[in-house]
């Protein structure tokens, strides 16, 4: 599985209709933050597997992608949200390790089921 570069016009079909869970981590190429945490994110979608697919949102892409990361909450970088059917389930915002994000996304995506 790939990672997919989500833009705001992609969000109704790739997250709210999605039947898989969707783990989505709003990013920024500015963020010293981001750039630490990017090799993590790079691997995830090997280590989710069919479980969960992987979008990222480049809030600083276009004024849209800015409106829809404030919309669903963001106020900072990375965030990490897990979407059930278009429905949060929870986020994960700041650096952390990759242990403690599969192991809170693993959490969260049992609220899927």
Known sequence: MSILDLRYADWDREVDSSNTPVVVE????????????ESTVMGLPTKLGERAKLVRLNV???????????DK??????TFKVYCRGVEVGEIVGLETTENLMGTIENLLKNCS
């Open 26 to 37: 709003f990013w920024h190429q500015s963020c010293p933050l981001c750039k630490k945490i």
């Open 60 to 70: 600083m892409d276009s004024r849209e992608n800015r409106r829809l990361a404030i």
């Open 73 to 78: 909450g963001v106020v900072g970088t990375p």
